[in-house]
């Protein structure tokens, strides 16, 4: 069965300075990587996606992943954080295999940036 | 662009009551997944259905059930509701078939049980 390791359940960053988010996947089958945002009492919001395709994944508001099979990680980066990116963030994987793209997420991460 | 619509809100029951939560999907797309989010914690997966029929199933408590209507909608019933139901229940679309699924995730219903 594949999973996610979320390391560090809390990340504190200055404003302006760079963010890093880790997550290591595990997984029988090549798998679909996500990352997923969640704001206070709102829903998931999806910033990026690894599909097989390019292993340098940019999505929205600025963040960006690496693939990187060797070290079956899939960390998010963001290169100047901002006060707007404080939120919970959740890694999540998926079986490519049709009829079975149920998400396993990690524990999740709060990212807090300080003024 | 449209979203996924989950109905109601914000729910209040007491125990050993029953529950029920409503999903619309993205319009065309076809599969629904149901997620448990307890408090502090990471999502779970519950259920999904894809065209109807019943396609993957989690860690759902036999007190649940679900289905996914012809119009695609989908209903998660939960009777003889317990304290630890108490949660935010995200329901999740997408559209099976292209080469990159992805599911779009609705803002929730937070269930408290008293």
């Known amino acids: 069965a594949q999973s996610v390791t979320q390391l560090g359940s809390h990340v504190s960053v200055s404003e302006g300075a760079l963010v890093l988010l880790r997550c290591n996947y595990s997984?029988?089958?090549?798998?679909?990587l996500f990352w997923y945002v969640q704001y206070p009492n709102q829903g998931l919001q999806l910033l990026l996606k690894y599909t097989s395709a390019a292993t340098l994944v940019k999505g929205i508001n600025g963040f960006e992943a690496e693939f990187k099979k060797s070290e079956t990680s899939f960390h998010l980066t963001k290169p100047s954080a901002h006060m707007s990116d404080a939120a919970e963030y959740f890694c999540a994987v998926s079986d490519q295999g049709f009829g079975n793209e149920k998400l396993t997420f990690g524990t999740g991460t709060r990212l807090t940036i300080i003024p | 662009a449209a979203g996924v619509i989950q109905s109601p809100r914000h729910l209040i029951k007491e125990k050993r009551e029953t529950a029920t939560l409503k999903c619309y999907p993205i319009p065309r797309h076809d599969t629904v997944y149901w997620y448990q989010q307890g408090p502090g914690q990471d999502p779970q997966f519950l259920i999904s259905?894809?065209?109807?029929?019943?396609?993957d199933k989690g860690s759902i408590p036999d007190r649940f059930s679900a289905q996914q209507f012809s119009d695609y909608h989908s209903e998660l019933n939960m009777s003889s509701l317990e304290l630890g139901d108490s949660a935010l229940y995200f329901c999740?679309?997408?559209?099976?078939?292209?080469?990159?699924?992805?599911?779009?995730f609705g803002p929730g219903t937070r269930l408290l049980v008293l």
């Open positions: 259905f894809y065209e109807k029929m019943q396609s």
């Open positions: 997984s029988s089958v090549p798998p679909y």
């Open positions: 999740a679309s997408s559209l099976r078939g292209g080469p990159q699924e992805t599911q779009y």
